[in-house]
């Protein structure tokens, strides 16, 4: 999928199937969005997805990783 800037105009964005583990989008926040709970260090709705920007590869996945268990306390 191509990359878009923020500066191009939001048309719509849909994504066919779910957000697969490394991928990276472009959320818009704003508003609570369907069943969404208002709060800080929450997930977004996929509806809020306005882009794509790539994939993380494998080192980078392992800091995310690494950056989870740390803040689960599941070391």
Known sequence: ?????????????????????GEVYWVSFGAAVGGEIRKTLTTASRKRLVGYMGRLGAADMEQVDRAIRLQLDLA
């Open 1 to 21: 999928m191509p990359r878009r800037s923020l500066s191009e105009s939001r048309r719509p964005f849909e994504l066919h199937r779910p957000p697969r583990r």
